[in-house]
Structure formats: C-alpha cells, structure tokens
C-alpha cells in the first residue's frame, strides 16, 4: 500500500502533467470572436443556463438584450430581475406556449414582431450579448425563415455573442455555433406528478 507522501507525490506529478496540457491548449487559443452558443435537448436548464451567462456578461459591465419567443402568459422570475436592468433591453412574444393558443397564423405574427426586434439586435454593435430563448421552436414550427435567422446570426457584429435555447436545435443551427450543449433529462420532478416550482421552473 502506497503511504502518504508517495500519494501525495503522484497526485503532484499529475497535476502538473494536467497544468501543463491546459496551459498548452489556452497557448494555442489565440482567436478572439463572438461567439454562438446552442443549448438544447430535453432536459430541463437551458433557458437557466442562458440567464445565468446574462447576469455572469452584466457582472462584466456588457450590454445585453434578451428575445423570448413562445413564452409570456406567466411571469417568470427572469423577466422580473432583468426587465428593468438598464443594461438589458428585454423582449417578450407574450403568447403563450403554442399548445395554448392553438392559432398558428396570430403565433405565425408573434413570432415575425418578436423576430424584427431580433433582427434589429443583432446588427447592433453596442450589444454585447443576446439571448434568443426558445428561438429553435420557431425554426421547427416553421414560424420564421429559417435562411433568413441564418444569415442574420451569420452577419451580426463580431463580436456579438448569441445564445440560442430550446428542444431541435436543426442542424443549420448547429453548423454555425460554436458551442453546442445537448442537455439530458434523467430525471424530472413533473413526470412525478410534481407541480411546477416558482424560482426553479420559471
């Protein structure tokens, strides 16, 4: 059995050999751009993900804006912390989920209003960072164009980031970001039968 000193000694060796393999790849590192980030799949923590890289760009002094498609009948304790940032220009389809409203041409408008505010962002340089939430329903529904999204997120500043959230990301829209997060569902309180939790669901 190995003693202390000789665990203690191994544990050194190899974290240096792992210090040495990070610093090597941020070395390499070297292209500095706004980035596309995707994050989908059916787990819940998408859209928590995303606000939590709004507050982490705000904590940085950035200038942010948040599109949220689908979403709107409830109030959700994002648009309550941020609606009134003075660094957050926020944006909400208001129409419910689409299972709701069960009108696909007043959806078809909602999404093409909340799309031109979008739009507008996204060839705005003072904006640092946007987040379109639920924007992949839009695309699979077929509410948007899905060549004209691409190409606005193609064309945007440099050095704008976008994160974009929701189930099906298409893989045009996987082609062009940069990171890709597919989050799993496990395991889901709802699926027992557990009503959805203010502070953890919206």
């Given at each position: 059995?190995?003693?202390?000193?000789?665990?203690?000694?191994?544990?050194?060796?190899?974290?240096?050999?792992?210090?040495?393999?990070?610093?090597?790849?941020?070395?390499?590192?070297?292209?500095?751009?706004?980035?596309?980030?995707?994050?989908?799949?059916?787990?819940?923590?998408?859209?928590?993900?995303?606000?939590?890289?709004?507050?982490?760009?705000?904590?940085?002094?950035?200038?942010?804006?948040?599109?949220?498609?689908?979403?709107?009948?409830?109030?959700?304790?994002?648009h309550l912390m941020?609606?009134?940032?003075?660094?957050?220009?926020?944006?909400?389809?208001?129409?419910?989920?689409?299972?709701?409203?069960?009108?696909?041409?007043?959806?078809?408008?909602?999404?093409?209003?909340?799309?031109?505010?979008?739009?507008?962002?996204?060839?705005?340089?003072s904006v640092d960072?946007?987040?379109?939430?639920?924007?992949?329903?839009?695309?699979?529904?077929?509410?948007?164009?899905?060549?004209?999204?691409?190409?606005?997120?193609?064309?945007?500043?440099?050095?704008?980031?976008?994160?974009?959230?929701?189930?099906?990301?298409?893989?045009?829209?996987?082609?062009?970001?940069?990171?890709?997060?597919?989050?799993?569902?496990?395991?889901?309180?709802?699926?027992?039968?557990?009503?959805?939790?203010?502070?953890?669901?919206?």
């Open positions: 059995m190995a003693t202390s000193d000789e665990r203690k000694a191994r544990h050194k060796k190899a974290m240096q050999r792992k210090k040495e393999h990070i610093d090597n790849r941020i070395q390499q590192a070297t292209i500095d751009k706004g980035l596309i980030v995707v994050l989908t799949g059916n787990g819940k923590g998408k859209s928590s993900s995303a606000f939590g890289m709004l507050a982490r760009s705000l904590g940085h002094g950035l200038n942010c804006a948040v599109i949220q498609f689908i979403k709107g009948v409830w109030e959700t304790g994002e941020f609606k009134d940032h003075p660094r957050v220009e926020f944006h909400v389809m208001a129409t419910g989920f689409t299972w709701e409203t069960q009108d696909r041409d007043k959806d078809i408008a909602a999404a093409k209003a909340t799309w031109a505010e979008a739009k507008r962002l996204l060839q705005d340089d960072l946007i987040i379109l939430d639920e924007l992949t329903y839009m695309l699979t529904y077929g509410y948007l164009d899905k060549q004209e999204v691409i190409e606005c997120l193609q064309n945007r500043p440099a050095m704008q980031h976008v994160v974009i959230t929701g189930r099906n990301a298409s893989p045009e829209l996987i082609e062009i970001a940069d990171t890709v997060a597919e989050l799993e569902s496990v395991k889901h309180a709802f699926d027992q039968g557990i009503k959805v939790q203010k502070g953890v669901d919206y």
